[in-house]
């Protein structure tokens, strides 16, 4: 069975610096998708970014980029410049290709400090 | 992006009241499903659709059941709401060909 661990349960970041979230996963799939997604509090969550577990280069948007390993199953999340609207949980996710199921992680909550 | 709209938003109820939680997307995508999500905590899909007229349980076990009459449509429905019901219900769908799933704002229900 697939799973999806994130080995911190809560991170702080200084306005400005930048922050890696870890997150490993498992599975005996080729072909499926990777995902961060990001809900702030009390507020509806949104897709950070998402990555093609086919596609050798690391998806980036904006700020954001990943560091996707396939061969170590690991796929991390770097926000750059963090700003206070930041803070938020981030949760990664996992989805064969093809199928309906989609795996979450137990999330990291971010703390961006003034 | 996808619009997805979740009613009600917030709900307080006394236990044994029967309860649907509304969950519409304007999208027409035909994957839908619902998580039940404890505060700060992981999400757990207890209902899913491929689209009209198919549903199946997810991994977490519910007492709710699900119908999807419509390809927009998807309601969840509490027959004999519970005090251990009391949380938070994420619907959110995805469009056949993608694999991104798009969330709604959350139902937040409370069970006294």
């Known amino acids: 069975a697939q799973t999806v661990t994130q080995s911190q349960p809560e991170m702080s970041v200084q306005e400005a610096e930048t922050v890696t979230l870890s997150c490993t996963y498992d599975?005996?799939?080729?072909?499926?998708?990777l995902f961060w997604y990001k809900q702030p509090p009390s507020r509806q969550m949104i897709l950070v970014i998402r990555?093609?577990?086919?596609?050798?280069q690391n998806a980036t948007e904006n700020r954001f980029s990943v560091n996707f390993q396939k061969a170590a199953k690991s796929f991390s999340l770097k926000i750059s410049d963090s700003q206070l609207g930041d803070a938020a949980m981030y949760f990664c996710a996992y989805s064969s290709s093809g199928t309906y199921k989609y795996i979450f992680g137990t999330g990291t909550r971010l703390k961006v400090l003034a | 992006e996808a619009d997805i709209y979740q009613t009600p938003r917030y709900l307080v109820i006394g236990t044994g009241k029967k309860i649907t939680l509304e969950c519409s997307q304007t999208m027409g995508h035909d994957k839908m499903y619902w998580y039940q999500q404890d505060p700060g905590m992981e999400l757990h899909l207890i209902h899913y659709?491929?689209?009209?007229?198919?549903?199946e349980k997810g991994d977490l076990s519910s007492e709710s059941t699900v119908s999807r009459i419509r390809t927009e449509h998807f309601p969840l429905t509490l027959e004999s709401a519970r005090p251990s019901h009391t949380s938070q219900y994420l619907c959110?769908?995805?469009?056949?060909?993608?694999?991104?799933?798009?969330f709604g704002p959350g139902t937040r229900l409370l069970v006294l």
């Open positions: 990555q093609e577990a086919y596609k050798q």
């Open positions: 659709s491929y689209g009209v007229n198919s549903t």
């Open positions: 599975t005996s799939e080729s072909d499926y998708y």
């Open positions: 959110a769908s995805t469009p056949s060909r993608q694999e991104t799933q798009y």
